[in-house]
């Protein structure tokens, strides 16, 4: 049974940037795909960005250019590296395992508590 834990979340003005770290168990390396979904106040959960043991990564087309996500086989830690935020990227930040449906992300494993996300002046 996978185990993730999220942290990094805070207060970041517009423009600014912010890393979040997904602490995993098992060990990364055995995790074939995973990624991070966040929850807009009053919205509903939706992909961000997806990782594969391969190296291969995959972006929602409205953080392209701004995210990245990355792994750390070592300190078994997913991280999404974020810049140049945005009002609308405020959100309750999830980091799951996911699994490929056709041209399609899904979450595999159940939610955590997510860190929280806020950009605002």
């Known amino acids: 049974q996978v185990h993730l834990v999220e942290s990094g979340g805070g207060l970041v003005q517009p423009g600014g940037s912010l890393t979040l770290s997904c602490a995993t168990s098992p060990n990364i390396n055995t995790i074939t795909y995973m990624g991070w979904y966040r929850q807009a106040p009053g919205k509903q959960r939706e992909w961000v960005a997806a990782?594969?043991?391969?190296?291969?990564?995959d972006y929602r087309d409205s953080v392209k250019g701004r995210f990245t996500v990355s792994r750390d086989i070592a300190n078994s830690t997913l991280y999404l590296e974020m810049s140049d935020l945005k009002p609308e990227d405020t959100a309750v930040y999830y980091c799951?395992?996911?699994?490929?449906?056709?041209?399609?992300?899904?979450?595999?494993?159940?939610w955590g508590q997510g860190t929280r996300v806020t950009v605002s002046s």
């Open positions: 799951v395992e996911l699994r490929r449906i056709n041209s399609d992300w899904q979450p595999l494993s159940s």
């Open positions: 990782s594969t043991r391969s190296g291969i990564t």
